[in-house]
């Protein structure tokens, strides 16, 4: 690897954070990281935590395992990721539960299935185990801000059509758009309505970027 | 007996892992091309759920719980490990998994021929995981009742990623615009099964 005389932010690097936002998506294109992508994007305060957590969890499990990638026998290597991942997620878990409790109540289950979201089993499989420390945190950022977009698009659109709010602030009903006959879309508030946003982003992002379709 | 039936029920179709907590969604997505390899990962998935549950119970019941060690000596009444709970369930999850695809390979190679290739993947199945999670969250009384619920959560599960892998069997001869072929569909059919499923919602038990 030449990255000895390698600037910190080469072109390569910078690619390695701004590929996972749209052509690499990890939820759209790499298909990893669904469950909670989905369960927990009712409303965007939520959303936003949990893309903060899973943010701090995979790029420090990236640099972690990425330095202890020479010493890892490959036979255990599923084994030593999950006891890294699983003790992070135990810090996140305490620092929400600490620090904002209604929060971490309404994440429910949701938080300690941040270790086994498959983003980060997959990128510190794909990525951490082969590269270096700084590769692999630039690379667990860019995979967590990529995640962390379509978290807070698909609640940013469940939370506005299906409550007429945004962080709990009625924009709907300060527009006055309730006395013109709006009524909210209380559809967008239940779980199958994620998948199918979800889908519609897929929808959009593929038509734009053409090389992505499936045959 | 009433109450297991209950159990089951619910959560078979009204807290359907798949579509009302969208757990185990990204096996769902990756192995429901074709119905056959569905079945396989569907009954691997009941089947360490029937097994890790019921253990993660007694651990969760007999040591880690808020004064569950008191069954050790009286002094232990007040210590609450529920922190360790997230590790001490993938590693239970993860040894059983092992242990299970192990104890399969000796005794059916016929059944390790057709779930072999997915029961290592099971290990980190959100599904499996989200089981334990939700027992703990939900506090169920005793051992048969937690065991229920795994075999019904499994099931469950079963028939989502049976009934996608069918629906994507057909879908294959049907004429999707472009860029909502492949995963885009699956998204949206998936959407359309949960608003299917939520009927059962109104089923009072």
Known sequence: ?215 | MQDLVNIFIKSIFIDNMVFAYFLGMCSYLAVSKTVKTSIGLGFAVIFVLGITIPINYLLENFILKQGAMSWLSEDFASVDLSFLSFIMFIAVIASMVQLVEMIVEKFSPALYGSLGIFLPLIAVNCAILGGSLFMQERAYTSIVEATVFGLGSGIGWFLAIVGIAAIREKIRYSNVPGPLRGLGITFIITGLMGIAFMSFMGIKL
Do not use: H
């Open chain 1, 1 to 215: 690897m030449s990255s000895k005389n390698e600037a910190l932010f080469s072109k390569k690097n910078r690619k390695l954070i701004t590929d996972p936002l749209n052509d690499n998506n990890p939820v759209t294109t790499q298909v990893l990281g669904i469950c909670s992508a989905l369960a927990i994007t009712v409303q965007l305060k939520p959303a936003i935590v949990m893309a903060l957590s899973v943010l701090a969890v995979l790029s420090v499990a990236n640099v972690l395992v990425s330095l202890l990638r020479n010493l890892i026998p490959s036979r255990i290597r599923i084994i030593v990721q999950l006891v890294v991942i699983a003790a992070l997620v135990i810090l996140v878990d305490q620092v929400l539960k600490a620090f904002v409790y209604d929060v971490s109540k309404e994440l429910s289950v949701f938080v300690g299935l941040i270790i086994t979201n498959c983003i980060i089993m997959g990128r510190l499989e794909a990525f951490a185990l082969g590269n270096t420390p700084w590769k692999a945190f630039l690379d667990g950022l860019g995979n967590a801000f990529g995640y962390g977009w379509i978290l807070i698009a698909v609640a940013f659109f469940r939370e506005l059509l299906g409550a007429g709010t945004l962080f709990g602030y009625p924009v709907i009903e300060k527009m006055g758009l309730y006395d013109l006959g709006y009524e909210n879309n209380g559809m967008m508030i239940l779980p199958p309505m994620a998948l199918v946003t979800v889908g519609i982003i897929i929808w959009v992002q593929r038509a734009k970027n053409r090389d992505l379709i499936e045959s």
